[in-house]
């Protein structure tokens, strides 16, 4: 599916929570008549309980409040927020909610990973910031580096349109009758700005491939260059030949990625893809400052994504995500910049003799973990064709 891209929006990059956050709950107290908000963790932290605090004033002036939690990622949300949220008037429900944590059942891996919001029909915010604190991580970590958007103008009824939509869906679900929603806020979606952008989801019906068609078509028409900074890079077949073909008609491919995580797994798993990607041409940067939590990227200077889908079969395979794509050199150029800064501030690159200098059992693990990602996709029941596609080191 072609990502339709729509001018007269007004677009903001915000830089992690310290931008995101402000501006969040700024829109949620001027909201009058409705506030869609979906998010995989609410975390129990200073954040988590600003937007929950704002969130219950405007259900108290009157707001329709819809909240939607992940349930595995936002497992602690019930226990955290949800009695006093309800209390206040807003309506509030999780997206799959754990039954039995060790049940290693399929349908457990498809998460709600979206990071919505939408207040008024005026305003939305689209990105990769959970609600939680930056520094809520490990020491070592902190901050966490991430980005979102704030979106005005047309491509908002496509944004507005997917969030009451899974709002229906989960209502449906969860067997919440008195949920059901009112007719759309109020006329939305006025000419705001002058840049060309398109919402674009994924799921496990219509939408299966969406994001990654969108993403595959921009590198497939790259001329010059590509810079990408994922926190989990694990592409399948599809999107490792796309980047290889650009790669060999001679674009230049940076990739930054996590050089602090939290699933390790996953992390050497894309190490064991390293030597093959150097030796293609690609440049790979390890992001060392912090944890490094962004699904974005930038082609050719005109091009750009930010959203909450990684290059991973998490994301592409099972999750339900949601990206903004942007066709504008202002914004793209702000994106690019800021990720230049990123790696020059935090980023170190990986070269060729590094990798061949490592020891035996680093090149071990990193083979285990990739062969444990592959197996789990197969035990998951997805074959070859949506594995890894570069060859891993020997």
């Known amino acids: 599916m072609n990502a339709e891209f729509l001018p007269g929006n007004r677009l903001t990059l915000l830089n992690s929570g310290r931008e995101y956050f402000p501006a969040l709950l700024a829109a949620i107290e001027a909201a009058r008549v409705e506030i869609f908000l979906e998010t995989y963790i609410f975390a129990d932290d200073a954040a988590g309980h600003a937007v929950a605090g704002a969130l219950a004033a405007a259900a108290?002036?009157?707001?329709?409040?819809n909240?939607?939690?992940?349930?595995?990622?936002?497992?602690?949300?019930?226990?955290?927020?949800?009695?006093?949220?309800d209390a206040a008037g807003v309506r509030t429900m999780a997206y799959r909610p754990e039954i039995g944590r060790f049940h290693l059942k399929r349908h457990r891996l498809r998460r709600l990973h979206r990071k919505l919001a939408v207040i008024d029909g005026r305003i939305a915010f689209v990105g990769g910031i959970n609600i939680t604190d930056d520094d809520n991580a490990p020491e070592a970590m902190r901050p966490r580096y991430d980005y979102a958007v704030r979106v005005e103008g047309?491509?908002?009824?496509?944004?507005?349109?997917?969030v009451r939509r899974m709002w229906e869906i989960v209502r449906w679900a969860?067997?919440?009758?008195?949920?059901?929603?009112?007719?759309?806020?109020?006329?939305?979606?006025?000419?705001?700005?002058?840049?060309?952008?398109?919402?674009?989801?994924?799921?496990?019906?219509?939408?299966?491939?969406?994001?990654?068609?969108?993403?595959i078509e921009a590198i497939d028409a790259a001329r010059d260059d590509i810079l990408i900074a994922n926190a989990y890079f694990l592409p399948?077949?599809?999107?490792?030949?796309?980047?290889?073909?650009?790669?060999?008609?001679?674009?230049?491919?940076?990739?930054?990625?996590?050089?602090?995580?939290?699933?390790?797994?996953?992390?050497y798993a894309t190490q064991a893809l390293y030597a093959a990607a150097l030796q293609a041409g690609l440049r790979i940067f390890e992001y060392e400052k912090s944890f490094l939590h962004a699904k974005v990227a930038v082609i050719d200077g005109e091009w750009a994504t930010v959203g909450s889908s990684n290059i991973d079969p998490f994301s592409l395979l099972l999750a339900k995500e949601a990206n903004l794509f942007v066709r504008d050199r202002e914004f793209a150029a702000e994106l690019k910049s800021s990720l230049e800064q990123a790696m020059a501030d935090g980023g170190r690159e990986l070269r060729p003799a590094e990798l061949a200098a490592a020891s035996w059992h680093?090149?071990?693990?990193?083979?285990f973990s990739y062969g444990l990602v592959r197996t789990a996709l197969r035990v998951a029941g997805y074959d070859r064709r949506h594995g890894p596609d570069f060859t891993p080191e020997d």
């Open 60 to 65: 108290r002036r009157g707001v329709r409040v």
């Open 67 to 85: 909240v939607i939690v992940d349930g595995f990622g936002g497992r602690n949300f019930a226990a955290d927020f949800q009695a006093g949220l």
């Open 154 to 162: 047309p491509t908002l009824g496509q944004i507005h349109h997917a």
């Open 174 to 215: 969860n067997f919440k009758r008195r949920f059901r929603l009112d007719p759309p806020a109020s006329p939305c979606c006025a000419i705001a700005g002058t840049q060309h952008a398109a919402f674009l989801i994924r799921d496990n019906i219509r939408h299966r491939n969406d994001i990654q068609h969108a993403y």
């Open 236 to 267: 399948g077949v599809r999107f490792g030949r796309a980047l290889l073909a650009a790669a060999r008609r001679g674009v230049r491919i940076t990739v930054l990625l996590q050089g602090k995580t939290d699933h390790p797994l996953l992390r």
């Open 362 to 367: 680093a090149r071990l693990l990193r083979w």
